[in-house]
């Protein structure tokens, strides 16, 4: 019986699956097995996995029923005492199963091991740092407030664990892994490895860039956590909205230079601001204006050619370093 079941739940996923696949065929421990849930794929996603000739690999196809209930459904053909989610077009470096499984040993009194992740585009082209942050123990509070764990690819978990919680949300359109999170985090303590061993990929096609579908999933799942929540962690909930929408203002200017997103960009920093106004004092503020302001008034070409111009003073990822979420109150 393998010790580590990798879930990797795939739509369409041709472009992308093999090499996710290999970067789990590739990890320093190698007693592991990788379901892939094949979510009504369309293209030769399934063609794909089928020639991978390692006995480690099983693939399931199922009709199309999105992400959450491809993880849950891979829970259900899972046996390894350790259970790791892999979204399709994300990458492992070769240690992340090992460290994260010597951090659960050594840290007996924890049931999630996470690590830190960076971003790559779809050219696997390195594009920025993630959150970095490190916490240990009981995280409800931290994760209240933010997803620290940035991704749905990131964390090794107690399989015992995974079960107890009732695995992902089936009814959020978006949010899922957070809203899982924290329900882990309700019950069970984590462990930080302290390297960048998730690579996240980001790609105008993938969930996380429909950004009012983010925000729905994650009102969501925040307004249901806070009714949960106790009393004494009630004061909290400006500083995760705060937090949400300084992150979907930074998805917003992340997206093509269009004046939807322009506009949505400018519609999600009334809201941040709304929540911590202390954001009214920051320097940002008025690049991100004059961002939207380029983008919405000024023809394409000329409002590229400026963009580009300025892109060391107006790029959505130097903003990133004044809007990112923060884990403690603002």
Not at 131 to 143: F, M, Q, S, V
Request: net charge negative; hydrophobic share 40%.
């Amino acid at each position: 019986m393998p010790m580590i079941s990798v879930i990797i739940p795939a739509y369409n996923a041709e472009k992308t699956i093999a090499e996710t696949i290999d970067s789990v065929l590739k990890q320093t421990v190698s007693d592991f097995e990788v379901i892939v849930i094949n979510d009504g794929s369309e293209d030769s996603t399934l063609e794909i996995v089928s020639q991978i000739e390692d006995p480690r690999v099983q693939v399931f196809s199922y009709p199309n029923a999105g992400g959450s209930a491809s993880r849950n459904r891979g829970v259900s053909h899972s046996v390894g005492e350790f259970i790791a989610f892999l979204d399709a077009d994300d990458l492992w470096t070769e240690d992340k199963l090992e460290a994260q499984l010597k951090a659960l040993e050594a840290n007996p009194q924890a049931d999630v091991a996470y690590s830190w992740c960076d971003c790559i585009d779809e050219s696997n082209q390195f594009l920025r740092r993630g959150g970095h942050l490190t916490a240990n123990g009981n995280l409800y509070e931290k994760l209240l407030m933010a997803d620290i764990l940035e991704n749905g690819s990131n964390p090794l978990i107690r399989r015992q664990a995974v079960l107890e919680v009732g695995g992902f949300d089936e009814s959020l359109c978006a949010g899922q892994d957070w809203d899982f999170y924290l329900r882990l985090a309700a019950r069970y303590q984590f462990v930080t490895v302290e390297r960048s061993q998730v690579l996240y990929r980001i790609s105008p096609r993938s969930v996380s860039a429909n950004v009012f579908k983010l925000e729905s999933g994650c009102l969501q799942l925040l307004d249901r956590a806070y009714g949960q929540a106790p009393e004494s962690l009630q004061h909290l909930k400006p500083h995760s909205l705060g937090n949400l929408y300084k992150y979907l203002t930074f998805k917003a200017l992340q997206g093509n230079p269009e004046v939807g997103n322009a506009i949505a960009a400018l519609r999600f920093l009334g809201q941040a601001i709304k929540n911590d106004p202390s954001l009214l004092q920051k320097k940002a503020i008025a690049k991100i204006v004059l961002r939207v302001g380029i983008i919405s008034l000024l023809p394409p070409s000329l409002a590229k050619t400026l963009l580009v111009k300025f892109q060391k003073y107006l790029d959505p990822i130097t903003l990133l370093g004044y809007l990112r979420y923060n884990p403690s109150p603002l």
